[in-house]
């Protein structure tokens, strides 16, 4: 037996371990039977996202620096990005989004410049071999083009800007592969919606990046094979959006397409040092995206910064104004006034309890500073507390949503099922022994469970909530264990305990640093709102980020 065909047993093992004490739990808890039951068919969580959305205005509570306000990335701030530094910025390592479009904007580089500077890194970097699968056609005339719009002073929102694409996520004249054999040499024939957005703001696709097989599958990816972590190759990065995690920390491009599903934005952006949201369910289009589990998918940004995140988002929604900047412009590092607390009077609750056990003890002290940075910029952390809330059964049943759907997605390759790599093998095996019963359990409970969180937060006063996205450092790649405080936990006993659940309540969620262990991996906060309230969580990860240089911090480098 080789080691992977050992890492895969103890990997199903854990699987049905997991699955079966869930099940125990979740029949333990039969909802209310007709006509007794009430408002539980599972229509009334769309009923709930559709009617929440006209209740929380963007950005609640969140506010810019005064002079800053409203400043055009593009207008007279175009000299500075995103960490309040000089157009000089994007001639570094690892440049943002904002910086590109300041140097830009004052001629200190062009979008063909900056196009061959990253190809010339992919050559030079170890990580372009495991996370970009094929560069994407057609790049060098797209930088051209905008070389030319910049000149003429007509240029787009994202005008020039390299982005990596997910490989579940259509690009068109693509291979699209899904990370997986049964999909053999499939090109796609149009572009999804969230990349023809993108690229009708500017943007250029360059590249597609690895996935773990169809968003769920194991880290030994049996067609392109496992892609190690850029801050130690012995680690993981977290899936499922594993190259575009990877391709952020190593500088392969400025920002990249992810999905989530039960945390696969926000794991690999927390193991990987980056920045990720996932946003509000169905706030941006699917459309051109392979999908896992319908209800629960979601497609998102992933970048080097919340503040590079609220450029990005307007343009994904299909808002194409005539500026890079968002609506509600982002809280700059550096731009902050003296004594100025962009989150007074914003209440912030800590989800604690069952999501904070096991906790590394790196980890806990990471966030405890974290919470104490959050409170020197204004914010009030409150305790949080919402009886009708129960983490662990939460937690069963959005694992028996994803379960039922991807055996439904699946269905069509049991003939080949032998193709399937062993990590995806066991997940659609566990879904196909799901009873339907489990499965609709489950549809039903999802309303109160949002309901009961978001109630939690209006009596405790509290606007956004925070904690760990993940429990520990990334894992090791030779076992796919988590180590946490000296004991290795098998990673299905760990995650994704703190992301899940913002699938299942399509609450918007973002990971992004805030810390590193004593080996130098990276530590991640998640900031969680209600329903449509992207944009305050995002500034909320902005303001954080203005007096904090965690997300500035590349592999390689000491603190």
Request: charged share 20%.
């Amino acid at each position: 037996m080789t080691a992977t065909d050992t890492r895969a047993d103890r990997s199903g093992d854990a699987i049905r371990r997991q699955a079966d004490a869930g099940q125990a739990l979740t029949r333990s808890c039969a909802l209310p039977a007709s006509p007794d039951a009430g408002d539980l068919d599972p229509e009334t969580y769309a009923a709930r996202l559709a009617h929440l959305r006209g209740t929380v205005p963007p950005g609640l509570k969140v506010r810019a620096a005064a002079h800053d306000a409203g400043a055009p990335a593009g207008g007279d701030a175009a000299v500075r990005d995103a960490a309040g530094r000089d157009s000089a910025a994007w001639d570094t390592d690892r440049p943002d989004v904002a910086g590109l479009l300041a140097a830009y904007g004052s001629g200190a580089t062009t979008p063909s410049a900056v196009l061959e500077r990253y190809l010339v890194r992919w050559e030079a970097s170890a990580t372009t071999d495991a996370a970009v699968l094929h560069r994407i056609e057609g790049a060098r005339e797209a930088a051209a083009a905008s070389d030319a719009r910049w000149a003429a002073g007509t240029p787009r929102p994202l005008e020039g800007i390299p982005f990596g694409v997910k490989d579940i996520i259509d690009v068109a004249g693509a291979k699209v592969t899904c990370g997986s054999l049964q999909t053999g040499e499939r090109t796609a024939t149009e572009d999804a919606a969230v990349v023809a957005r993108l690229r009708g703001a500017g943007a250029i696709p360059v590249a597609m990046v690895a996935t773990t097989e169809f968003a769920m599958g194991a880290a030994q990816n049996a067609r392109y094979g496992a892609v190690p972590n850029p801050w130690n190759p012995e680690r993981w990065t977290g899936g499922s959006s594993t190259g575009s995690g990877a391709g952020l920390a190593a500088g392969l491009f400025p920002f990249a397409l992810g999905t989530d599903t039960g945390g696969s934005i926000r794991i690999p952006s927390a193991f990987c040092g980056t920045t990720g949201l996932k946003p509000t369910y169905g706030r941006l289009p699917r459309t051109g995206v392979a999908t896992l589990s319908w209800s629960l998918d979601h497609v998102g940004p992933m970048g080097l910064s919340a503040a590079d995140l609220q450029l990005l988002l307007p343009v994904l929604e299909g808002v194409f104004a005539g500026s890079p900047a968002p609506a509600s412009a982002p809280v700059r590092a550096g731009s902050l006034q003296s004594g100025f607390a962009p989150l007074a009077g914003v209440g912030i609750g800590v989800l604690g309890g069952w999501h904070l056990e096991p906790l590394d003890a790196a980890v806990a002290a990471a966030f405890a500073d974290a919470l104490d940075t959050l409170r020197s910029l204004g914010a009030e952390v409150r305790v949080f507390d919402a009886p009708g809330y129960d983490p662990e059964l939460s937690h069963v049943e959005a694992w028996n949503v994803f379960y039922g759907e991807i055996a439904a997605t699946q269905e069509a390759n049991l003939p080949r099922r032998e193709l399937f790599d062993a990590g995806t093998r066991d997940r659609f095996e566990q879904g196909r022994a799901l009873p339907a019963i489990d499965y609709l359990r489950a549809l039903r409970r999802r309303a109160g469970v949002l309901d009961a969180l978001l109630g939690g937060m209006d009596a405790s006063g509290v606007d956004y909530l925070v904690l760990p996205t993940v429990p520990g450092a990334a894992p090791r790649l030779a076992d796919m264990t988590m180590v946490l405080n000296g004991e290795a936990l098998n990673i299905h006993d760990v995650l994704p305990r703190n992301t899940r659940i913002f699938d299942y309540t399509g609450m918007p969620a973002l990971a992004l640093p805030m810390g590193f262990d004593a080996g130098s991996m990276p530590l991640s906060l998640q900031v969680a709102g209600r329903p449509w309230d992207d944009g305050g969580v995002l500034a909320v990860g902005a303001a954080f980020q203005s007096v904090t240089a965690f997300h500035r911090r590349v592999p390689g480098t000491e603190c």
